[in-house]
């Protein structure tokens, strides 16, 4: 007997999967961008299903406000401002120890999305914004390799495989992101629990189909709204002149658009990275800030409170400063404090 089937036996039965399809699955990688809402999701359902390599890529750290709907967090994570994706992949081993598991704890970027997608057959988006999904669309389409879009806001949800070379493509729906802060956030409007949960079954079920070979068309957007119980879906069409599928110009790849400064939405906080490729010793940083204010390290970063802010540095530089959404502010306290 195949050795996944006392594992997968209730996957394998169905007949759409069957051995082969497990084996497939199984021999797979993917990559989850984000650990959210849809990232916990999202992982939970593929780590169940026993893709053999799962990697999980997320910048940010566990809030209470989380819990709510990111269904691998507890409030254990929440004390220890564990990063999401560490906290996740630490729940993930317990539920399958038989495949692969990876934390990234990095954000997303044009200098280093590329480099995260060598060796994977998969992209599921589980971002928050835009500007990320046109970044992921950009290296997807560049590398051949299929990715499904998910986003969610208040009971809606929505998602759309693109399949590269025969489907349509992000930018084929629209050629441009809207312009930053112009679109609602679930931070002001708000998500429930539910929303969040079907994108990502839908979005699992789609990467089972195209991991298995039984290739959805791709380019079928599908929205719902479940406080209406209103369920649509639309063909979108390949745009004869995209500029990244049809043209190959990947100009998000290219870096447009990308800083190293941003106020993170709705959370009172900015983030801020340092543009040359230095590392931090944090144990080193520690010592010098343990002598103006309290800090703590739970081995990924180090807290540090001065004033009314509190700095969260990242070994890679970045460092996220709550208690202000001025840029000019953070920028002071980043140099002053973090100083590279
Ligand atoms: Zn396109």
Redesign the pocket.
């Known amino acids: 007997m195949n050795p996944l089937f006392k594992r997968y036996s209730r996957q394998m039965l169905f007949s759409g999967i069957g051995e082969d399809g497990q084996n497939r699955i199984s021999s797979a990688t993917i990559l989850i961008i984000g650990c959210g809402a849809l990232g916990t999701n999202l992982a939970s359902q593929m780590v169940r299903a026993g893709v053999g390599t799962v990697k999980i890529v997320d910048r940010d750290y566990v809030e209470i406000s989380n819990l709510q709907r990111q269904v691998l967090f507890d409030e254990s994570d929440v004390d220890q401002q564990l990063p999401k994706a560490a906290a996740a992949v630490d729940k993930l081993k317990r539920i399958n120890s038989d495949i692969r598991i990876e934390s990234l704890i990095f954000d997303v970027t044009a200098k280093n999305i590329e480099s995260m997608l060598s060796g994977v057959d998969l992209v599921l988006d589980a971002t928050d914004n835009m500007e990320t999904r046109y970044l992921i669309n950009d290296a997807c389409?560049k590398h051949g390799i299929p990715w499904i879009y998910g986003g969610v806001i208040g009971a809606t949800g929505m998602t759309m495989d693109v399949i590269p070379g025969k489907s349509?493509?992000?930018?084929?729906l629209s050629e441009t992101p809207p312009a930053a802060g112009s679109m609602p956030t679930c931070e002001t409007e708000g998500v429930l629990g539910g929303a969040p949960a079907v994108v990502a079954s839908i979005q699992a079920t789609e990467a089972l189909k195209i991991l298995v070979g039984h290739h959805p068309a791709g380019g079928e957007l599908i929205h719902f709204d479940l406080w209406e119980n209103e369920f649509n879906r639309f063909h979108v069409h390949?745009?004869p002149d995209?500029?990244?599928?049809?043209k190959g110009q990947f100009s998000f790849l290219a870096g447009s658009g990308s800083t190293d400064v941003f106020s993170l939405c709705g959370r009172n906080a900015v983030q801020i990275t340092s543009s040359d490729e230095n590392r931090l010793d944090l144990q080193d940083l520690k010592k010098r800030l343990t002598r103006l204010g309290p800090v703590t390290d739970n081995g990924f970063f180090l807290t540090f409170k001065v004033d009314s802010y509190e700095l969260m540095i990242f070994p890679d530089t970045r460092t996220i400063i709550k208690g202000t959404t001025d840029e000019t502010v953070a920028r002071d306290l980043f140099a002053k404090y973090v100083g590279t």
């Open positions: 389409v349509a493509c992000l930018q084929c390949r745009r995209c500029q990244a599928c049809v």
